[in-house]
């Protein structure tokens, strides 16, 4: 018997984040659900839909293109997706061991080279293409909803305008409790994040262009 066997099931490395083995010969476009910060040599890491538990931390050379491309804020990156490759010639200790690599993003109407450094002393240009995320129709709804609701949360020019639109979905947050867990919490985080920002932007002169209006409109879609 000739089943098709894909391979790249049995070559995936065990471990807690994703890893360039991971996309031998399969680039993947992920879709960002949050973003989480902690200590240590990977400070970052990038949680996406069904990533398994394995989330992408990405080098800093990487973190650099995420902050030409989307800007400052993680939180702003819930919503928005990425494709990632492995780059063969990504060298670590003087060995061409890979790594992961970003082809396209969202949210940007043109190519863009971003200048990195390549070694030391050295830098480069790496060349990102926009990507156009086409939504499934079979798209989980609760999948759906509550990236909507998060887009909605991190776009909100002020606090006041944040909390009556949270307060507007209370009933409609506290149901996505009960069919997914995991989406709640992630839309709550989502609140806990902006609400931060706020708090330092007031240590700020002047207001911000969100404060100012911009970038915020109302169900628009009629998604959240």
């Not at 390549?118 to 990507?131: N, Q, V, W």
Request: some cysteine.
């Amino acid at each position: 018997m000739n089943d098709m066997i894909d391979m790249s099931r049995f070559t995936e490395a065990k471990s807690d984040q994703l890893n360039a083995d991971d996309l031998i010969g399969a680039p993947r476009t992920v879709t960002v659900t949050r973003v989480v910060g902690a200590e240590g040599d990977q400070p970052i890491a990038v949680h996406y839909e069904n990533d398994g538990g394995k989330p992408f931390k990405p080098c800093k050379t990487i973190r650099r293109v995420l902050l030409a491309i989307w800007g400052r804020y993680a939180n702003d990156y819930v919503g928005r997706s990425m494709t990632l490759y492995r780059d063969d010639g990504v060298q670590f200790g003087g060995l061409q061991v890979g790594g992961i690599r970003i082809s396209h993003m969202s949210h940007i109407d043109k190519e863009t080279v971003v200048v990195v450094a390549k070694s030391k002393g050295k830098k480069a240009g790496m060349k990102i293409l926009p990507l156009k995320v086409e939504q499934q129709q079979t798209e989980d709804p609760a999948a759906k909803w509550a990236r909507a609701y998060m887009a909605k949360v991190a776009s909100a020019p002020d606090v006041e305008r944040m909390d009556e639109y949270v307060a507007s979905k209370a009933d409609r947050l506290a149901s996505l409790k009960d069919a997914n867990a995991n989406l709640h919490s992630q839309c709550v985080a989502a609140v806990a994040t902006k609400r931060a920002r706020f708090e330092l932007e007031d240590h700020r002169e002047g207001p911000t262009d969100e404060q100012r209006g911009e970038g915020f409109t109302e169900d628009e879609d009629g998604e959240a």
